[in-house]
């Protein structure tokens, strides 16, 4: 039999705090991705790319499973929060990248947190999303280069904001915040 795992207040706050304030960054990406979408739709993969961060920063500072499941829940109810009719893509984007991410760091029990793990994860997740926005955004209507630009761009954002998360999540382990967030 497993040993259950328990989480504790600390671990579960830090997960909130990482969540509230990209929680908000969510819903700053929300906000401007019509925009995008509209006025230079084959820049939408890097505007999406923020919603690794969630689970890189909980991932990063630490070091538990559950934490990037956990955070991006809450992120993705701070982002529904303030744009309500989103609460379903919030909340399915924030199970699969989550739940991604999860994965990822399970296959090495948790036990791998070099950064070129956290940026396999984000290939990843930019290769699913970029394969499940293919067909609804009708990239074909692209020219060629324009395809595989927006693809590349899919992967490129959340490698971008992994590497933002990385910064910020290692920042605040040496500011000591780990320390004080223990199972």
Known sequence: ????????????????????????????????????????????????????????????????????????????????????LWIGRYIGTALLIGGLQEIIAATSRYKRWEPWRFFLSAVIVGAVIAAAIWFAADVTRFPLWGQIVYVALFIVGPVAWTAVGLAIGSALRRAGVARRSQL
Do not use: D
């Open 1 to 84: 039999m497993a040993a259950r795992t328990r989480i504790s207040t600390s671990v579960l706050l830090t997960c909130a705090a990482i969540g509230v304030a990209t929680g908000v960054l969510q819903a700053g990406a929300g906000a401007i991705s019509g925009f995008v979408s509209a006025g230079a739709p084959i820049l939408y993969g890097l505007v999406l790319g923020v919603h690794v961060l969630p689970g890189v920063v909980a991932q990063e500072l630490l070091r538990r499973p559950w934490v990037a499941l956990i955070t991006h829940m809450v992120a993705a109810l701070v982002a529904s929060a303030v744009v309500p």
